[in-house]
């Protein structure tokens, strides 16, 4: 570490670091990669971490151990402050920022407003619905009402209340359902299971189921099993907003069942539905005006590649495929100079493939229905491949723009200002010999 560099003020730069990029629902795994780069770029070679979804521990050795412990907050990051995050990360890679400048900026994103007032953040959640409505349940009269509750969940997830966030999925799903299902008895809407995914995107644990299983097939088993646990329990939750809403209303076993067919919709309205999606997400979360045409065209690859994955192998593995054309492109417009974050080009394409809204679906027929179970199974093998899917499309980016790297071997380090090798060789011990012989003389 340089002599300028105060360890402490390293170490509370490399926390906030990886708060922020916890908080962007980053993998742990590359949090780890990406704290070990920055400290090393600070001189920092001693540095041991230890990312976990709710605590971040970073050790710096040196003459004196210095250990920061720090409990992440449950505040997540809309895409402007991701932006600004990841920006900030680009320069502290190259030791570009003074660790002090850069708790101060960490500061400034973390109380940065929306880019957009509250009417037009609740228009794009609208937006958004809808947009995911005219690929799931494609009717305009069911994507009207998907409109409406769009806007009136939009509205309701602004509100910025610790305890109405604990039981929002579980009011949300309820209020949706309860529409949903007296709506369904007087007006045309195609597949209610379906149409109420829509609404309820945004509560769907999608991007945390796959996270969860790529960083278990990383070896992050504390990590990504939390996850999985956490992910389940969401969709626990709005399951039985749904299941409460068809108790109250009558709804019989068999209306949970999804529609095999849907109706006749010309060959525009998925286009149609792929771009208001990504204008919907643009405004809802604030997203900079430079990532529209990136995030745009990482939806039209993945639903472009699902929909081919769905004609040749069938819906059930139709996301890996989608997942394996869009990671590569993700990860490329990430490291472009002008491109845009992963994380803002992930997210959306993650809820567009709608692993959760599969998972759900299967979940609420596997308690309301008697064949539920064989529906469930097959939701949670969707959800694996498209999480199969991230993991082979990041490993083939990697090893064509990096190459193949070197396996980990096991090794302990010795504690610092120890010998790493005490056995001299064959030309070290015929130097000592030589010494002594001439002192001899």
Sequence with gaps: MTAATDPVVLNRFLLGLAEGMTASDESVDRIRDTMATVASAYGSTATDIVILPTVIL?????EEDRVSLRSTLSAKFRFDQIAALYALITRARTAAVAPEEGIRRLNEIGAMRPRYGWAVRTLGHALLTLGLALLLAPTWEGAFIAFVLGAGIGL???????????VMPIVAAFACATAVFL????????????LLIAPLVTFLPGGVLTTATVELAAGQMIAGASRLVYGFVQLALLAFGILAAGSLVGVDSAD???????????WWVPLLGVLIFAVGNYLHFSAPPSTFGWVL?????????????????GPTVSGF???LAMTPVVLWI?????GAPSQLTFLPAFWLLVPGAAGLVGLTEAVATDGGIADFTEALVSVMSIALGVLIGTALYRVVHHGAEEIVQFAVALPVGRDTDTRSTFTQRVKRWWRRERGKH
Excluded: C, F
């Excluded at 970073?58 to 040196?62: F, V």
């Excluded at 369904?184 to 195609?190: D, K, L, M, P, R």
């Design 58 to 62: 970073i050790e710096t050795g040196g």
């Design 156 to 166: 309701l997830k602004l509100v910025r209340s610790p305890t109405l966030q604990l």
């Design 183 to 194: 709506l369904a008895e007087v007006i045309e809407i195609g597949d209610p299971i379906h």
């Design 256 to 266: 949970y069942e999804p529609l095999k067919g849907g109706g006749t919709v010309a």
């Design 297 to 313: 065209l990482v939806l039209a690859v993945a639903y472009s590649a699902q929909t081919i994955g769905g004609i040749v192998l």
């Design 321 to 323: 495929i989608g997942a």
């Design 334 to 338: 990430a490291g472009l100079r002008n």
